[in-house]
């Protein structure tokens, strides 16, 4: 890590999952109820040896026990059934450092090489929109932990005109444990029932049909229906589940064997058209630190390949540290690429208020700029460096985000101000939604092909409609691949931002 710059993978900003200590010594059916916990609708939980579903939106997080409050929870038939399976909670998040290696020995066995199987909308769906015109892909993140404190569901994807502009969708996160891959957050990925408000078809789950798929799985079911020029990608890793791989390059076999099996489990394996792997950062320091080697993520997506097949999408989130002797340099992305459909290149959270004191710096410059705090920080020196290292133009998509980083404390309106700290955030200090601060601070100035904007004594750096109109001119100049962007809850309800990319 150069001077306390992040290179982070999206960052997960949600409010976690239900606690899942039981009550008692017996296995629930349902993570126990927790006060000081929020719920969103359609989550289940147990208390005093019984089910409750929640059935309308809460406020207060005390004193509304299930049987205290009979308008908010719905009892459920039955009692509490024992389940071997937890409600995982998302891990929090947060920012980074840089490392060493070690090649382990790795031989990935060219063992069957799948076809994908044509994705078939139910015969009862009917398309509602024709594939997104040109080329370019528009790819963007869809968060599990999103429905709970941020409410924001597969159906929004429809109702923001965003499905009619996604060429790809990327489901964050699975985890990556002892060399597997596994679920990240089962009540959200595939039980969690949901109501006909919430349900992209308007249909509702019920609770009495066991052998039902739910969850936001089932959501992407419906989505792909109404718009079957979605392909969807289960994302593995993230900033906070990378630490998982280090163990996964000693055995790349094993881990695609478990990937495949997951991504194509039966209850679901309609859902996805491929995998991305968001791994920070092979060979180097991320939330921990990796010595693998430079060429583990060579290894690990080369036996991801043979196992998956040429019919199904591999992609990978990857580092956007271009200086000399940084995270592009300590790996061979050269070399991994050549099995991989594209590189997601991490062109966002370059300076942010980890650095509480400053500078401020815009956090998705897309040039170098008079004052810039690291020279090689920012959009075209990765892109360029990349393709340096032989990586074709039309394997690497930007970057952008949809959301700002700001300071507090700040009495400088450009760029390269002091400040005394991270700028209050919704959900985390420092970070905030395009939605909130179209509205809240808006942009007071624009910088190396982004925006920045000073309110009081806040300041914050962002991009919006204006700023990605110039980065896709970027993007089509330099023939890259496409777009992708960091996360979909943060545009605006009418979709602005992704309208632009289009």
């Not at 932990?145 to 159906?155: A, C, E, I, L, P």
């Not at 163990?247 to 679901?268: G, H, I, M």
Request: charge should be neutral.
């Amino acid at each position: 890590m150069v001077a306390g710059a992040m290179l982070l993978a999206p960052l997960a900003i949600g409010t976690a999952t239900a606690a899942t200590a039981p009550q008692s010594a017996v296995a629930l059916a349902y993570p126990a109820w927790a006060p000081n916990t929020y719920y969103a609708v359609g989550a289940r939980v147990t208390y005093s040896g019984k089910d409750y579903e929640i059935v309308q939106p809460h406020t207060s997080l005390a004193g509304w026990e299930p049987p205290n409050v009979p308008a908010l929870w719905k009892l459920l038939p039955g009692g509490s059934t024992p389940s071997p399976s937890a409600t995982p909670t998302k891990p929090p998040t947060s920012p980074s450092p840089s490392a060493t290696p070690t090649k382990p020995p790795t031989s990935p066995s060219p063992s069957a090489t799948p076809t994908k199987p044509p994705t078939s909308p139910s015969p009862s769906a009917t398309p509602t929109a024709p594939p997104p015109p040109g080329g370019k892909k528009v790819v963007g993140y869809f968060t599990n932990w999103g429905v709970y404190g941020r409410q924001y569901f597969v159906k929004n994807i429809a109702t923001s005109g965003s499905a009619d502009k996604l060429t790809h969708l990327l489901y964050a996160f699975g985890n990556v444990t002892n060399g597997q891959c596994t679920i990240g957050d089962a009540y959200a990925d595939y039980d969690m029932a949901y109501t006909a408000a919430n349900s992209v078809d308007g249909v509702a789950d019920t609770w009495d049909n066991p052998n039902a798929l739910r969850g936001a799985f089932n959501q992407l079911r419906k989505l792909k229906a109404k718009y079957p020029h979605i392909k969807v990608l289960f994302s593995f890793g993230g900033w906070t589940w990378s630490g998982g791989f280090g163990q996964a390059a000693k055995n790349p076999t094993a881990f695609a064997n478990s990937c495949y099996n997951l991504v194509e489990d039966p209850r679901w394996g309609d859902v996805f058209d491929g995998i991305d792997i968001d791994w920070e950062y092979p060979n180097a320091c991320g939330l921990t630190c990796d010595s693998s080697g430079p060429n583990a993520m060579t290894d690990l997506v080369r036996a991801l390949r043979n196992k998956f097949g040429k019919d199904y999408l591999i992609t990978a989130a990857i580092t956007a540290d271009a200086s000399p002797g940084g995270k592009l340099d300590l790996s061979d992305y050269a070399g991994a690429g050549q099995y991989l459909d594209w590189y997601n290149v991490m062109t966002y959270d370059f300076f942010g208020a980890w650095d509480a004191k400053g500078p401020t710096a815009p956090h998705s410059p897309l040039t170098s700029y008079s004052g810039i705090p690291i020279a090689d920080f920012n959009s075209d020196a990765a892109i360029q460096k990349l393709k340096n290292k032989g990586v074709p133009a039309s394997k690497i998509l930007l970057g952008v985000g949809f959301y700002g980083r700001g300071w507090t404390g700040v009495t400088q309106s450009t760029p390269g101000g002091t400040a005394t700290g991270a700028a209050p955030g919704t959900y985390e200090a420092g970070i905030e939604d395009y939605k909130v601060l179209k509205n809240s601070c808006p942009a007071t100035g624009t910088i190396a092909g982004t925006a920045y904007a000073k309110c009081g004594s806040n300041w914050w750096s962002y991009d919006t409609p204006a700023t990605l109109a110039g980065k896709m001119s970027y993007i089509k100049n330099q023939g890259l691949g496409g777009v992708f962007f960091w996360e979909l809850s943060g545009d605006t309800t009418n979709g602005e931002l992704i309208s632009a990319l289009k």
